[in-house]
């Protein structure tokens, strides 16, 4: 599958391209950001992207994202459909017991572990996605 931004992209056939959970996919590029498809299942790790936000949007499922934040700890349930947009510096933990299918706009060369973290579980993926194909 091409990620060349003249082609159409079908993000139904993208997320069937690949299995491994919690390792996104480049499916295009924005400017200088990524368009990212991922699965997701179980917890992903706490962590905080320094310079930039996070937007995540669900695609099927469900996800829950946990947000440190000054007034404390809380969480937000994202079903299919939702969008959310993590601020830059929130210590965050996405979940989904169900699992899920998300697209995240990020710019191009953010860590999916962001800039402080938690140690890395072995089911996730620390990158900076991956191509396609």
């Known amino acids: 599958m091409s990620t060349h931004p003249d082609q159409p992209q079908d993000l139904a056939a993208a997320l069937a391209s690949f299995d491994a959970l919690w390792s996104p996919r480049i499916v295009t590029r924005v400017n200088d950001y990524d368009v990212r498809v991922a699965k ?4 992903h790790l706490w962590h905080a992207h320094d310079d930039t936000d996070e937007f995540f949007l669900v695609l099927e499922g469900e996800l829950f994202l946990s947000l440190r934040e000054e007034a404390g700890e809380r969480t937000v349930r994202l079903p299919k459909g939702a969008v959310f947009t993590v601020p830059r ?5 996405p979940h989904s017991p169900a699992g899920a299918h998300l697209l995240l706009f990020e710019p191009t060369g953010t860590s999916t572990v962001g800039d402080r973290h938690e140690e890395v579980p072995d089911h996730v993926d620390a990158t900076i996605g991956h191509p396609l194909g």
């Open 40 to 43: 997701v299942a179980g917890a």
């Open 89 to 93: 510096g929130i210590e965050h933990r």
